[in-house]
Every structure is written in C-alpha cells, then in structure tokens.
C-alpha cells in the first residue's frame, strides 16, 4: 500500500499504522487488515470506475442493517476516494469457524431481519451486486419487482455479452406466466441481498455479523435460496430460521427461481463456467 494512503487512514483513524496485512476472501476488492498500536481495522480498496459509488452503497446497506437492531454490521469509520483508488475503511471483526450454536444464532438473527417490512419491494436507491448494478425501482408486487428488475436485466446483460443466445431466453410474458402462481402472499422485508457463506462472519464471541451486503425489500427466500446456492449454510442455521417462517409447496421452486438470478449474476460476472446451471433452470421454469 503506497504511503499517501497509509498517512491518509493515520489521519482518519488519529492513530499511527504499525502493520498493514492483505485478507483473502473477497471476489471484488483488494482487502487488507491495518494495524496500529491499539487496534485492527479493516480495509477494502478499489480503483475500478465505479468502485465509490459501489462502497458508498454497501456502507450504506451496512448502516441500513444496523437501524434494524436484529444483527451486527461492522461499523464504517471512513468511505472515500484517494488518488483514483476509493476506499471503505470499517472495524475489523476477528472471526471465528461457526459452531452449530452460532449458526442457530445467525439463523434466528436473519429472521428477525425478516421481520422488518416495508410498503413497496425495492429500495430508494440502487446499488451493485458484485460490481453489477442492481435497480431497486419500487414496485407494489413481487413479480414486476422480481421481473423487472431482477430477471429481465441480468437476462438483457447475458444476451449483450454473448452469453446467452436469444433462443435460451424465454420471452418476459412467458416467465410472468410462469411465476404468478408461485408468487402469492409475498411481503416485502428487508434482505441482506447476497448472503453467501462469505458474507457473514461469527465474532470470537460468537456474535453474527452480516457483511457486504446488497439490501433491497423483497421476499426474504431469497436470502435462503442464495445461502443454498453453493452448498447451504449448517443445518441448524435452517432449523432456527424455520422456527419463524414455514415453508410451504412452493418453497423448493420459488427458491430455485431466486437462485436463478444469482446464477445469471455469476455468468455475467465471471463467464461462460455458470451457462450450463442458467439453461437448466431457465429450461426447467419456463
Ligand atoms: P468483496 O466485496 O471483494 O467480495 P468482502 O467484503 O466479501 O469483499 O471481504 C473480503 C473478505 O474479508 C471476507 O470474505 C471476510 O473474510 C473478510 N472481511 C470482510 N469484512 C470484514 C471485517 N469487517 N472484519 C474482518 N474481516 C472482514
């Protein structure tokens, strides 16, 4: 890290910098834990074109989980730009491997996420799902939401990046016909937005933390069904979630149908490896 940063974050955090260590995990950001004398703090930096405005939106969603009062967030100590690199600088939280008791905690945390409800599915404002954008036009129902802005712009990404061919896009009014019947009794609660394993952290302590989020209001399957994706959190993560929210006949599809979009989230990001999963469940739906 170059020494302009350096004194930069010793001038936010009023402390000298002793140690500066890169942390792996992250698929966007350089991360890195800084130390100084008494204390760690962590890191992330960008200098892609909309690297600002894609921290600015996560420290954003990080406050806006934090209002809730149902699960930590680090907290975000600075958000800004230094000669072209934008910077998020937060608490560090030293972490842990999950127990099956903190994993019960996360599961009954997030549901208490669940429970906090807004008028309309969307968010007053946009963010980015890895570096994607991500619209958060409000809508009244959950299929124009989840079409529109979900579905319909990762389906017109893939289509402009030769990914998928016309043919292996079903037409929107054959995807609307297809979800309505899955679609019924859905509320809008706040989501994390992206909650895969890398996402949440257990503190020493035990305590949960959601991190990097892409909130919006929408059908809170969506955080089960992107925590299912790449082989599911532990099962008492679910039994606890579960003691709040029951699943009904639809679950299993509905959660698939959500998977899909992250699925086409991931063929945009990183390639042709995910165009085999997106046409099966495209195929399978519609
Ligand atoms: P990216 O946006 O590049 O995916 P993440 O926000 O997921 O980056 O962070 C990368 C990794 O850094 C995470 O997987 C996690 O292990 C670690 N991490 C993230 N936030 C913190 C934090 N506040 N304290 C300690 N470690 C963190």
Redesign the pocket.
Known sequence: MNHGLKSCLSTILKESIVGVSS?H?????K?YRIDTSNNFY?L?LNGTINAEKMFQSEAYGLQWIHETNTIKT?KVLACDTFEDTAFLL????E?KPPLTKDFKNLGLQLAELHKCTSKDFGLHQDNFIGNLAQSNTQHKTWLDFYMHERLAPQLELAKQKHLLTNGECPPIHKIEDSLKSLFTDIKPVLLHGDLWS??Y?ISKDGTPYL??PAVYYGHREVDIAMSKLFGGFDISFYNAYESNFKRDENTSARIEIYQLYYLLVHLNLFGRSYHGSVVSFLKKYF
């Open positions: 942390v995990g992250g698929d966007i950001s991360a962590f992330k680090p937060m608490e560090f939280i972490s890398g996402n952290l991190i990097d």
